[in-house]
């Protein structure tokens, strides 16, 4: 199967059991749990389910290409249910079932496995999941988000698409695999994972990188205090992708490391509160469409 | 009475390997024990689990509590009757009291005194109108980490999908979170089924039947047998890990054991990488020749049956591939690099941000070594290799392999150093200043290694100590306890005389000149020895050291450990001889009077009165000389009981704290003289003597 087809029948399985289908979110990050679908939605007692692709940049991890297991940016398959629902290891196995891995021929478990995001004030509990010995996914119940702790918890599940690829296509280089008919990964990202390695490693402006820091960590506060959680969330997703170049590059020292990651946390975690405050405001909105359809 | 068998199972997402037996052992704990609170007698307790399921089951549990006849005491029949005799209002409340009537009363003699009685009965509740208190021993439950999901208020190891609770045939009504109790269970998660369980007796060989092998005993055994097959048929030896074991054992509910291979090329690379990546990532077992030699095959344990194992072999295999050649791209790049290079990046790594960076303690580190080897009298060339072994002692922590491995922090300072040129004393004392690294593990061997381990371990004790991290109850995030129990340790096996208060001392002297220390120096070492205390007092009652000797010894400055260890030990072997109790009593008795001196000076033998005191002044003139010599601890002994005739005599004839001033002053400064030799020893008035 295919990277489009495996993406079509995540989608697919996904969306039957109620997701909301969204799109890749348009600012850089590192991981698809840093998207606002996952990290604000988390976040207070409305129910939420979707499932989305989401490009995930991770600079220090390029390699010119030249890797076959290593990329400047990987795609994972997220997805996010809010109440976590009581069978959704079945239901994820039945994913699993649907790209064509029967569990009767493989060896499937479920090995603990807890995340930690101190930089966004997250903390959850849950497992990665191997399939002959490889992680695919992980698995995670989410206890505590921007400092928040999660009621009712939300269940996150997050497919490596390339890892999972590279096992149901057998291949042993990632830019071997298949995407679509005619297309490799190779055919679309060797030149682009070259180019932003090139730059994350050699060519990108130190100095410049340093001012968007404090440019956008500004903003991002200044909108803050407007009470505009979205446009401030960017620009706390903008200062991570920086800081992630900056520190690929070695530019930010250790000690240095802990203070621009405080910032960060900061930020997250005044802007979880808020947001939390503004749906309060409007009075949680999706608990009440819920509260009316199951009254319906 | 009629007896039926128990069943309890606590059907679960799969939880941590780490923590299944001991939730099981809990859970089996807290049935017996409440069982036995509420007097319900059975025959057997067995627990199981896998990594879906706790499970206790209880054989021949009888179906009522125990009856209670018991005999009430009332108050005296002087009480009870009045002068007409009649009951008193005493009596009849008391019989209310009891849920009795006057006419159950009987008397009995109690020393002599006639005291009302009444016999008591009360009747068992049936056994199955209890048994649904099951739900709170399950939620009493406490788990190292505890989660909660969906709207659930219920914080637990994990969520609970299902509850078998049976009491003989009968399904023992109560529920948990939405989850109500029933007689089914569920098999392997794809081999099983979803099954009744009819019979408590029926639940091991029912889910045996859905490929659950429930017993985590046997499932181990299982396991280990299968490797012992693998080991026979292809003539390799399996060299069982036994923390390994358990932890897969754990993982599995249904174990088959599988090989694969790696490339042989990959064997280029140091074993301990090869084994990181095998143990630790994948959870395999390595395999080795007959004559010790690492071979390019893996074990692993699948979680199923044995239908398409070469399927499962060749995907782990694909893992462990991607692995190995991660780590050899790793050990490639690091062999390009040079030891100064690395050692500049130390700079910008931060160790603690009240502490500073790695170079900065690297530095200190470097000094308390040399320090040490100076005072130890180091041979020249040990001096060099302990210097160049402390200042690149922390270069592989920022290669890509220990980054990638961080368990290999030391190991792969080793072979990085010896390949690039290092003397190989240099490269031994890298790896063993980690050492012990765990309470298994041996202490450094090489006198260098030994050195750095202890300067090393005791500038992280000292720095966290001076910026208030102090270990307390649970929490001990640096180890801290472990590092000193290693220093005290290694002290001992190398048998080095070297005060613990000097070690402490010069630690915190840098650590002061650095600015770290956010009290003085003085109060911070305090605090430290009182640490040290602590540990010492551990290991000596590992060794068995008696508690009160232990804090004879330990009333001091703790100076010399194997000083002080052998003097504990002295005292466990003389605590029986005949006459311990008379000598200790004696020396005792100098410590007591000495502390009502307020100044000591010296002895002005003219103020002697008797000849018990210049006997006395005499006799402590001629041991103090011999114990300044380097005598063994247990002739230390000897000497100080040797004094115990001429102390008798003395407070038989003397009194200290005579009216005279001049005289009772010399009178407690020969006392204070005594003392300090007694304590050097021991504080000899901690030890109980009968």
Known sequence: ???????????????????????????????????????????????????????????A????????????????????????????????????????????????RFVEDNWENPSLGCAGLGWEVWLDGMEITQFTYFQQVGGIECKPVSVEITYGIERLASYIQNKENVFDLEWTNGFTVRDIFLQPEYEHSKYTFETSDQEMLFNLFNIYEKEAHRQMEEGLVHPAYDYVLKCSHVFNLLDARGAISVTERTGYIGRCRNLARKIAKTFYEEREKLGFPILQTKEEMDRD | MTKRDLLLEIGLEEMPARFVTNSMIQLSDKIQAWLMEKKISFENIKAFSSPRRLTVQVEGVVEAQEDIHEESKGPARKIAVDENGEWTKAAIGFCRGQGASVEDIFFKEINGVEYVHVKKFIKGHETKSLLPELQQIITSLTFPKNMKWADKDLRFIRPIKWL???????????????????????????????????EPKDYEKALLGQYVIVNPEERKNAIRSQLVKIEVENKWVIPIDEELLEEVTNLVEYPTALYGRFEEEFLALPEEVLITS??????????????????????????????????????????????????????????????ESLLAKLKTIVYHEEIGTLAEKVNRVRKLTNEMAEKLDFSKEDKTVADRAAEISKFDLVTNMVYEFPELQGYMGEK????????????????????????????PGSHVGAA??????????????????????????????????????????????????????????QIEEAGIAKKSKDEIAKEIAAFFKLRIKHILQERRVRYDLIEAV??????????????????????????????????????????????????NRDLFENEYEKNLYNKYMQISEKMEEKISESDSYELLISLKLEIDDYFDHTMVMADNKEVRENRLNQMVMLARIIRKFANVNEIIVK
């Open chain 2, 278 to 339: 095998m143990k630790e990532h994948q959870r395999y077992f390595p395999v080795k020749s007959y004559d010790g030699k690492l071979l390019p095959f893996f074990v692993t344990v699948r979680n199923g049956g044995h239908e398409h194992l070469e399927k499962v072999a060749k995907g782990n295999e694909k893992v462990l591939r991607a692995r190995l050649s991660d780590a050899d791209f790793f050990y490639k790049e690091d062999q390009k690099t040079e030891i």
């Open chain 1, 61 to 108: 991890d390029g390699r010119y290409g030249e890797n076959p297991n290593r990329l400047y940016q990987h795609h994972q398959f997220q997805v996010i249910m809010k109440p976590s629902p009581d069978n959704i290891q079945e239901m994820y196995l039945d994913s699993l079932r649907a790209l064509g891995i029967n569990p009767l021929e493989h060896d499937i």
């Open chain 1, 1 to 59: 199967m295919n990277i489009q087809n495996m993406i079509l029948t995540l989608q697919k399985h996904w969306s039957d059991y109620g997701c909301i289908l969204m799109q890749a979110y348009d600012v850089e990050k590192g991981a698809g749990t840093m998207s606002p679908y996952t990290f604000l939605r988390a976040i207070g007692p409305e129910p939420w389910n979707v499932a989305y692709v989401e490009p995930s940049r991770r600079p």
């Open chain 2, 452 to 509: 750095l381990s202890i300067a090393e371990k005791m500038d992280t004790i000292a720095s966290c100590f001076a910026i208030g991290i102090i270990p307390s109850g649970s929490q001990d995030p640096y180890a801290l306890r472990r590092q000193a129990t290693g220093i005290v340790q290694t002290l001992l096996n190398k048998e080095w005389e070297i005060e613990l208060e000097w070690l402490i001392g010069s630690a915190l002297k």
């Open chain 2, 554 to 603: 330990l009333g001091n400055e703790i100076g010399s450990l194997p000083s002080l260890v052998k003097r504990a030990e002295v005292l466990e072997t003389r605590k029986n001889d005949e006459g311990f109790k008379e000598n200790m009593e004696a020396l005792s008795r100098i410590l007591n009077i000495s502390s009502k001196a307020e100044n000591a000076g010296e002895i």
């Open chain 2, 416 to 443: 990085y150093a010896m390949q690039k040129g290092e003397k190989e004393a240099v490269a031994k004392a890298i790896n063993e200043h980690y050492m012990p690294r765990n309470a298994d593990d041996h202490t």
């Open chain 2, 164 to 198: 078998l609770a049976l009491y003989g045939s009968e399904v023992i009504p109560f529920s948990i979170t939405t989850v109500e109790t029933s007689n089914w269970t569920i098999g392997h998660r794809f081999l099983g089924n979803k099954i009744e369980i009819k």
